[in-house]
Protein backbone atom coordinates (compact mmCIF):
# COMPACT_ATOMS: atom_id res chain seq x y z
CA UNK A 1 0.00 0.00 0.00
CA UNK A 2 1.47 3.56 -1.20
CA UNK A 3 0.66 6.38 1.41
CA UNK A 4 -0.61 8.99 -0.08
CA UNK A 5 1.58 12.63 0.39
CA UNK A 6 -0.46 15.97 1.21
CA UNK A 7 1.33 19.30 1.08
CA UNK A 8 3.44 20.97 4.13
CA UNK A 9 1.27 21.88 6.70
CA UNK A 10 1.09 23.29 10.17
CA UNK A 11 0.83 20.31 11.91
CA UNK A 12 4.08 18.67 10.43
CA UNK A 13 6.07 21.83 11.47
CA UNK A 14 4.24 21.57 15.10
CA UNK A 15 5.55 18.00 14.52
CA UNK A 16 8.78 18.75 14.18
CA UNK A 17 9.02 21.33 16.89
CA UNK A 18 7.92 18.78 19.09
CA UNK A 19 10.22 16.02 18.05
CA UNK A 20 13.23 18.69 18.37
CA UNK A 21 12.26 19.35 22.10
CA UNK A 22 11.91 15.49 22.46
CA UNK A 23 15.51 14.92 20.83
CA UNK A 24 16.84 17.55 23.25
CA UNK A 25 15.51 16.90 26.42
CA UNK A 26 17.40 13.11 24.84
CA UNK A 27 20.45 14.67 24.47
CA UNK A 28 20.37 13.58 20.55
CA UNK A 29 20.87 15.81 17.70
CA UNK A 30 18.30 17.44 15.27
CA UNK A 31 19.57 16.70 11.69
CA UNK A 32 18.31 18.36 8.27
CA UNK A 33 17.39 14.10 7.74
CA UNK A 34 15.32 13.49 10.75
CA UNK A 35 13.38 16.51 10.01
CA UNK A 36 12.40 15.63 6.54
CA UNK A 37 11.44 12.09 8.13
CA UNK A 38 9.11 13.64 10.04
CA UNK A 39 7.67 15.81 8.07
CA UNK A 40 6.91 13.72 5.13
CA UNK A 41 5.62 11.03 8.24
CA UNK A 42 3.41 13.72 9.21
CA UNK A 43 1.83 15.20 5.68
CA UNK A 44 1.08 11.34 4.97
CA UNK A 45 -2.64 10.93 5.65
CA UNK A 46 -2.57 6.88 5.59
CA UNK A 47 -0.74 4.47 8.07
CA UNK A 48 2.48 3.99 6.71
CA UNK A 49 5.11 1.43 6.79
CA UNK A 50 8.84 1.35 6.91
CA UNK A 51 9.46 0.97 3.18
CA UNK A 52 6.41 2.98 1.77
CA UNK A 53 8.15 6.07 3.99
CA UNK A 54 11.67 5.45 2.96
CA UNK A 55 10.45 5.55 -0.61
CA UNK A 56 8.70 9.34 0.13
CA UNK A 57 11.79 10.08 1.71
CA UNK A 58 14.09 9.53 -0.93
CA UNK A 59 11.79 11.31 -3.30
CA UNK A 60 13.42 14.33 -1.68
CA UNK A 61 16.79 13.17 -0.71
CA UNK A 62 18.34 10.04 -2.39
CA UNK A 63 20.96 10.07 0.68
CA UNK A 64 18.40 9.09 3.70
CA UNK A 65 18.36 5.21 4.23
CA UNK A 66 16.39 2.62 5.27
CA UNK A 67 17.98 2.48 8.78
CA UNK A 68 17.90 6.38 9.64
CA UNK A 69 13.55 5.92 8.65
CA UNK A 70 13.17 3.09 11.55
CA UNK A 71 14.95 4.87 14.00
CA UNK A 72 13.60 7.79 13.77
CA UNK A 73 10.08 6.24 13.62
CA UNK A 74 11.21 4.63 16.75
CA UNK A 75 12.25 7.49 17.96
CA UNK A 76 8.91 9.32 17.36
CA UNK A 77 6.96 6.43 19.23
CA UNK A 78 9.21 6.94 22.16
CA UNK A 79 8.34 10.57 22.42
CA UNK A 80 4.48 9.49 22.26
CA UNK A 81 4.81 11.46 18.78
CA UNK A 82 3.38 8.51 16.77
CA UNK A 83 2.02 5.08 16.86
CA UNK A 84 2.60 1.96 16.10
CA UNK A 85 0.06 -0.33 14.46
CA UNK A 86 0.00 -3.86 13.38
CA UNK A 87 -3.14 -5.49 11.55
CA UNK A 88 -1.71 -9.11 11.22
CA UNK A 89 -0.18 -9.06 7.78
CA UNK A 90 3.26 -9.30 9.43
CA UNK A 91 3.60 -5.20 8.91
CA UNK A 92 4.52 -2.20 11.37
CA UNK A 93 2.63 0.65 10.19
CA UNK A 94 2.83 4.07 11.77
CA UNK A 95 0.56 6.91 12.35
CA UNK A 96 1.07 10.23 13.93
CA UNK A 97 -0.40 10.66 17.48
CA UNK A 98 -3.97 11.97 17.24
CA UNK A 99 -5.60 13.69 19.67
CA UNK A 100 -9.33 12.27 19.34
CA UNK A 101 -9.64 8.52 19.33
CA UNK A 102 -10.68 6.57 16.49
CA UNK A 103 -10.80 2.90 15.54
CA UNK A 104 -9.61 1.10 12.30
CA UNK A 105 -11.25 -0.48 9.53
CA UNK A 106 -9.03 -3.31 7.61
CA UNK A 107 -9.34 -4.85 4.08
CA UNK A 108 -7.94 -8.11 4.33
CA UNK A 109 -7.40 -8.31 0.45
CA UNK A 110 -5.87 -5.25 -0.60
CA UNK A 111 -4.95 -4.10 3.24
CA UNK A 112 -6.64 -0.08 2.90
CA UNK A 113 -7.13 1.06 6.62
CA UNK A 114 -10.32 3.32 6.94
CA UNK A 115 -10.14 5.06 10.56
CA UNK A 116 -13.74 5.79 12.36
CA UNK A 117 -15.25 7.20 15.19
CA UNK A 118 -18.74 6.15 16.43
CA UNK A 119 -19.74 7.17 20.14
CA UNK A 120 -22.18 4.65 20.13
CA UNK A 121 -20.02 1.88 20.01
CA UNK A 122 -17.56 4.24 22.58
CA UNK A 123 -20.18 3.81 24.98
CA UNK A 124 -21.09 -0.16 24.83
CA UNK A 125 -17.42 -0.69 25.73
CA UNK A 126 -17.42 1.90 28.28
CA UNK A 127 -20.82 0.21 29.79
CA UNK A 128 -19.42 -3.38 29.28
CA UNK A 129 -16.31 -2.66 31.11
CA UNK A 130 -18.26 -1.08 34.04
CA UNK A 131 -20.50 -3.94 34.23
CA UNK A 132 -17.63 -6.37 34.96
CA UNK A 133 -16.57 -3.86 37.26
CA UNK A 134 -13.56 -2.83 35.54
CA UNK A 135 -12.31 0.85 34.52
CA UNK A 136 -11.23 1.51 30.97
CA UNK A 137 -7.65 3.20 30.36
CA UNK A 138 -7.08 2.82 26.73
CA UNK A 139 -8.16 0.20 24.20
CA UNK A 140 -7.89 -0.82 20.32
CA UNK A 141 -10.38 -1.49 18.14
CA UNK A 142 -9.96 -3.05 14.67
CA UNK A 143 -12.48 -4.47 12.34
CA UNK A 144 -11.47 -7.20 9.74
CA UNK A 145 -13.43 -7.58 6.26
CA UNK A 146 -13.43 -6.03 2.63
CA UNK A 147 -13.38 -3.06 1.70
CA UNK A 148 -15.98 -1.52 -0.85
CA UNK A 149 -13.55 -2.06 -3.95
CA UNK A 150 -12.41 -5.60 -2.93
CA UNK A 151 -16.15 -6.79 -2.71
Known amino acids: MTAQKTGSTDASDHLVEEFRAFLG ?10 DLIVRVFADCKDHI ?4 LVQLVKQQDAAVGYATVYRTL ?17 F ?24 FHNEKIEELQEEVVRSRGWTLRRHRHELYGLCPNCR
Do not use: N
Request: with cysteine; glycine share 10%.
Open 92 to 115: ARFEPRHEEHHDHMICEKCGTIAE
Open 25 to 34: KEGLKATRQR
Open 74 to 90: KLLVQAGLASVRHFGDG
Open 49 to 52: GVED
